[in-house]
Nanobody, 111 residues
Framework: QVQLVESGGGLVQAGGLLRLSCAAS????????MRWYRQAPGKQRELVAS???????NYADCVKGRFTISKDNATNTMYLQMNTLNPGDTAVYYC?????WGQGAQVTVSS
């Protein structure tokens, strides 16, 4: 079982930046891939980015070139660096690994 605790998020103006963190604990060795999802009001949860245990990354088209997913194996922490934010990025962001989910972090981008 994996437990995930998120931090970061907040309110930022368009064009600004934020960083989310996701600290994992539990059976870390079982994790093959970690993901960031987001869910905007009235919309379905969507995959934003993923990173494998080997460091391979993938991004949704809408965030490519603006967001960067990374992880620190020493601290079992995954990050999502979000640059050039726009109001369309406003959502609750969740990290995921195996069957575990973070508690969610609100990101609000004002125009």
């Amino acid at each position: 079982q994996v437990q995930l605790v998120e931090s970061g998020g907040g309110l930022v103006q368009a064009g600004g930046l934020l960083r989310l963190s996701c600290a994992a604990s539990g059976i870390i060795s079982s994790i093959i891939v970690m993901r960031w999802y987001r869910q905007a009001p009235g919309k379905q949860r969507e995959l934003v980015a993923s990173i494998t245990s080997g460091g391979s990354t993938n991004y949704a088209d809408c965030v490519k070139g603006r967001f960067t997913i990374s992880k620190d194996n020493a601290t079992n922490t995954m990050y999502l660096q979000m640059n050039t934010l726009n109001p369309g990025d406003t959502a609750v962001y969740y990290c995921n690994a195996l069957a575990g989910w973070g508690q969610g972090a609100q990101v609000t981008v004002s125009s």
